[in-house]
């Protein structure tokens, strides 16, 4: 189960990011887990929904202390830092196309917790929302969450900000797509000029003047990734008190996306 949830080159991949293993200086104390099993055991929760409680004992860690273990590398930024380093990989191999780039969120229930708002298309019950820039071929390039009430045009320059700079087959590294596009939630001119001011075209659609149907030609790809994204079960429902352990999730399902990617 460890083996098939965590295989040796994404071990090697987690061991670039992970914080290292503290010392205690008196000596003594328990066994620690290897960090395999514990993220094998994290993310099997995060695929299958499960409490901390629930997790089998064939991972070795018990729930408290995967959960433990998963608070410590959430609040080291390991899960961002993770899924950038996989998006090297698969950049450094010609696997990223930033010729059209598309963008987008997506709406969830939540139960309680920072950025938790009334959700305008829930009947105002508390929910949040997620944030994604997905490349040509879906792979998710920058993420952000937020409270259900946000605009999403608020959420437009700072995901295109959060975008990390990703290794190429050739040349430097690269951050900025070549062209962004957009639904009607988007259609601000401050917007446009902002995006055209960083050197990024833009397609984005016009409130009452054209069909958003002819722009789903190109922003089905970031529609895809939010149905991938429905693979992490632990995104259904938001269960998270702290927005950094949503946002933790959120990274990991987006890592497991990239890398089947570089496995595939």
């Not at 959700?119 to 259900?148: C, M």
């Not at 079960?233 to 959120?250: D, G, I, M």
Request: a positive charge; one cysteine or more.
């Amino acid at each position: 189960m460890v083996e098939r949830l965590v295989p040796d080159e994404l071990r090697e991949l987690f061991q670039r990011v992970v914080p290292p293993t503290p010392v205690r200086p008196q000596g003594g104390g328990r066994r620690r887990y290897g960090d395999r099993e514990v993220l094998a055991a994290i993310i099997f929760v995060a695929t299958t929904g499960c409490t901390w409680r629930q997790l089998p004992p064939v991972f070795g860690p018990s729930g408290p202390t995967a959960h433990r273990r998963f608070t410590e590398w959430s609040t080291a930024r390991v899960w961002a830092k993770l899924h950038r380093v996989i998006l090297d990989e698969v950049g450094s191999r010609g696997g990223l196309d930033w010729s059209r780039c598309a963008i987008d969120s997506v709406n969830m229930r939540a139960l309680k917790g920072d950025l938790t708002d009334p959700n305008p298309v829930d009947r105002g019950k508390k929910g949040s929302k997620i944030h994604l820039i997905t490349e040509r071929t879906s792979l998710p390039i920058s993420v952000g969450i937020s409270g259900a009430n946000l605009h999403d045009s608020q959420a437009l320059e700072p995901l295109v900000r959060g975008v990390p700079p990703i290794r190429s087959r050739r040349g430097p590294r690269r951050r900025r797509p070549a062209k962004l596009h957009a639904d009607k939630g988007y259609d601000y001119d401050h917007l446009r000029r902002w995006l055209r001011s960083r050197g990024i075209r833009h397609r984005i659609a016009r409130r009452g003047i054209e069909s958003s149907t002819r722009l789903g030609r190109h922003r089905w790809t970031v529609e895809r990734t939010m149905s991938w994204l429905g693979g992490c079960r632990r995104l259904h429902r938001r269960y998270e008190r702290k927005a950094e352990h949503f946002l933790a999730f959120t990274a990991i399902a987006c890592t497991l996306i990239c890398y089947r990617r570089l496995t595939a």
